[in-house]
């Protein structure tokens, strides 16, 4: 059976966008260095799976519209064992949640980070 291992990002600020994940997910950084020629790449996440944040050093503002262009990133689902404390957390750090939905298989919210980058927060019960 195959498992995604990871998902890798742009960012404008890798290590400020890693502390804020890891405090409103609980993760590590599993890795952090020198991206592709240049640049830098943080890999947030816990032992099994993680979110690599990458910085070519020069961001620039994105203008598609993610689900209308093909291969633009639609949102990064996180699952949590206790949604309330999550969405506790993440309003308390300032985000705004919307879009809360209880369908099968599970209940779920979602919030925009500083990037731009839509995170859906899901619970299995």
Request: charged fraction near 25%; proline fraction near 2%.
């Amino acid at each position: 059976m195959a498992r995604l291992e990871h998902v890798n990002v742009t960012v404008a600020d890798p290590d400020k966008t890693a502390a804020v994940m890891c405090g409103l997910f609980d993760w590590q950084v599993r890795w952090a260095g020198k991206g592709m020629q240049t640049g830098r790449t943080v890999h947030v996440g816990d032992k099994d799976s993680y979110v690599a944040l990458f910085s070519y050093g020069d961001p620039v503002e994105g203008v598609q519209e993610s689900y209308r262009t093909r291969g633009g990133l639609n949102h990064i689902a996180v699952v949590v064992e206790d949604l309330e404390a999550a969405e506790a957390r993440i309003r308390a750090a300032g985000y705004v949640t919307e879009n809360h939905a209880d369908y099968e298989p599970g209940r779920r919210f979602y919030f925009t980070e500083e990037n731009g980058i839509e995170i859906e927060v899901v619970w299995y019960g």
